[in-house]
């Protein structure tokens, strides 16, 4: 399994973005994909996550209400669609796989590359 993040870049802030994750090979209905996002000089901490096999949701406080996590699952894809970006929002974000419903980084077992995000003030 790979998957592939893109769709980052600078934005200002209030702008938007829509970062993607292409998955390689068969995903199950029962795994579970996320959203992490890292600042310089800080842990890697959760942004959204939804089980592939259908549309059930999950966000951190920080960004409920400005970010949307989606899936097309023709296409092998997660989004993460992002509004009313912050200058906090700046972070190199990562897309994982995982089969837990869970918001901690080591119950994932597999990460894309990571895209950074800028957000200027």
């Known amino acids: 399994v790979q998957l592939q993040a893109s769709g980052g870049g600078l934005v200002q802030a209030g702008g938007s973005l829509e970062l993607s994750c292409a998955a390689s090979g068969r995903i199950y209905s029962s795994a579970v994909m996320a959203w992490f996002r890292q600042a310089p000089g800080k842990e890697r901490e959760f942004v959204a996550l939804t089980r592939w096999g259908r549309p059930a949701t999950l966000y951190a406080e920080s960004v409920k209400d400005r970010f949307t996590i989606s899936r097309d699952t023709a296409k092998n894809t997660v989004l993460l669609q992002m509004n009313s970006l912050k200058a906090e929002d700046t972070a190199v974000y990562y897309c994982?796989?995982?089969?837990?419903?869970?918001?901690?980084?080591?119950?994932?077992?597999?990460w894309g590359q990571g895209t950074l995000v800028t957000v200027s003030s």
């Open positions: 994982a796989r995982g089969v837990q419903w869970s918001s901690q980084p080591a119950e994932y077992g597999y």
